[in-house]
């Protein structure tokens, strides 16, 4: 079963756009740091992480309402050529992937990303092997 049974195609071009966090007390670190590539890998897998990671680096180099095409993206980070989500694209299901745990959100041929990810909270980080886990705690300065 699909997450967007009646999604539209995926738009040829997709204007690119900051989404900012609301603000609040959370611990946040930027999408291309060691923090969210170690971390919030096991929780987004491969694909969307690449995904979020590219898109927030394409954000800080060429500033929001940045244009690319999609069959562009999808060639450059590996996912090939297909960007139908009829076909189930790699593309697609990594952006799905964002937007379930709400780093992205699309409408309209825009696509809004979060250039920062939360600290991970007790119950994901009780997910995670010890390593990751004393990682964690490096990074948050209490080990």
Do not use: C
Not at 5 to 30: G, K, Q, S
């Amino acid at each position: 079963m699909s997450d967007h049974p009646t999604a539209a195609p995926m738009p040829e071009a997709i204007v690119l756009r900051e989404w900012p966090w609301p603000n609040d007390p959370v611990r946040y670190f930027r999408a291309r740091t060691a923090y969210v590539e170690r971390l919030w890998l096991p929780m987004l897998g491969p694909g969307a992480l690449v995904l979020l990671r590219f898109l927030v680096e394409v954000l800080e180099i060429h500033g929001d309402g940045a244009v690319l095409e999609t069959s562009t993206l999808s060639v450059a980070l590996g996912f090939g050529s297909r960007t139908q989500p009829g076909a189930h694209s790699r593309l697609d299901r990594a952006l799905r992937r964002l937007e379930r745990f709400g780093f992205a959100h699309r409408a309209a041929g825009e696509v809004k990303v979060r250039g920062e990810l939360p600290v991970l909270d007790e119950r994901d980080l009780s997910r995670l092997p010890a390593v990751l886990r004393e990682r964690h705690d490096r990074a948050l300065g209490t080990e």
